[in-house]
């Protein structure tokens, strides 16, 4: 291994473990060296957050290891999936990050392990007040490991930035973690299977407000309302307290850039409850 790829292997242990176990990580001269490519952070938000200790946790979180587009042909999976729990067992109600990032990159609960090259646990900031749950990863979210990195990813990179934020300060996460072949929609099983993990990362950001892109995360998060989401967009629905902003998928946004003036609408309500306001004439 070569000597960066040691340090980022280094790095990456150290960040997973300062998120795990707070109480046990670096001095604050070595962390600021060790984290000096992460986000700076961001003064901790008022309301409940999970139990870090303040001057201890790294900001962003990258996902585990991830499998190349060189280590060639699709992870295969050689068991049959099963609707076990991951991670031999232990429920993820339960799991702390690092323990829930492991578990969901060796997840085989459901079908889509077969096809997938690289599962997408999400990107962001784990502390974010605001973060986006879209739908399932793409073929170049499958490549990379990475949320949101293809074209639709690219329009709402520039909706985040227009927000007046960026993509290190907010968490990004997908309703599904593998890519569903040829870009369909997810089946139920499969985001019955994914259910736990998106929850524990709800749970364990809390963020002040999740925006929900597109219908996949709507049916997940809310399955007893009935309306679809052309209906049921820009209007606030509350998640155990978080409250979530519905609107239309990048991806499809990129298909009918008419629905664009709504999504901006949807994202300015967004704005306003952190304090933040559109000065006409500003580019993002
Ligand atoms: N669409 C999604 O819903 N998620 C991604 O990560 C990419 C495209």
Request: charged share 25%; net charge positive; glycine share 6%.
């Amino acid at each position: 291994m070569s000597r960066p790829d040691l340090f980022d292997e280094i790095i990456e242990c150290l960040k997973m473990q300062a998120l795990d176990s707070p109480d046990t990580c670096l001095s604050p001269e070595v962390r600021r060296e060790f984290y000096a490519d992460v986000a700076k952070p961001a003064p901790p938000p008022a309301h409940s957050r999970r139990t870090m200790s303040p001057g201890c946790a790294p900001q962003r979180f990258s996902a585990p290891p991830r499998r190349s587009p060189a280590d060639s042909a699709p992870h295969v999976c050689s068991a049959a999936p099963d609707s076990a729990p991951p991670a031999g067992g232990k429920d993820p109600r339960n799991m702390s990050w690092r323990e829930l990032a492991a578990a969901v990159a060796s997840c085989r609960g459901c079908k889509l392990c077969r096809t997938r090259t690289n599962t997408v646990f999400g990107d962001g900031n784990v502390r974010a007040e605001l973060m986006f749950l879209g739908e399932a990863p793409g073929a170049d979210e499958d490549l990379q490991g990475l949320p949101f990195v293809g074209r639709a990813g690219e329009l709402l990179t520039r909706m985040i930035g227009a927000m007046q934020f960026n993509r290190a300060e907010v968490f990004i996460a997908n309703t599904v973690k593998c890519r569903p072949p040829n870009n369909r929609n997810p089946e139920p099983d499969e985001t019955e299977a994914c259910r736990p993990f998106i929850m524990r990362q709800i749970e364990l950001i809390r963020p002040k407000v999740i925006v929900m892109l597109g219908a996949v995360p709507l049916r997940l998060l809310f399955p007893e309302v009935r309306a679809g989401i052309t209906r049921i967009r820009g209007s606030w629905m509350d998640y155990h307290g978080i409250k979530v902003m519905p609107t239309f998928h990048p991806a499809y946004l990129l298909r009918n850039p008419a629905a664009k003036a709504d999504v901006w609408k949807d994202l300015q309500l967004v704005m306003a409850v952190f304090g933040k306001k559109h000065v006409p004439g500003r580019r993002a």
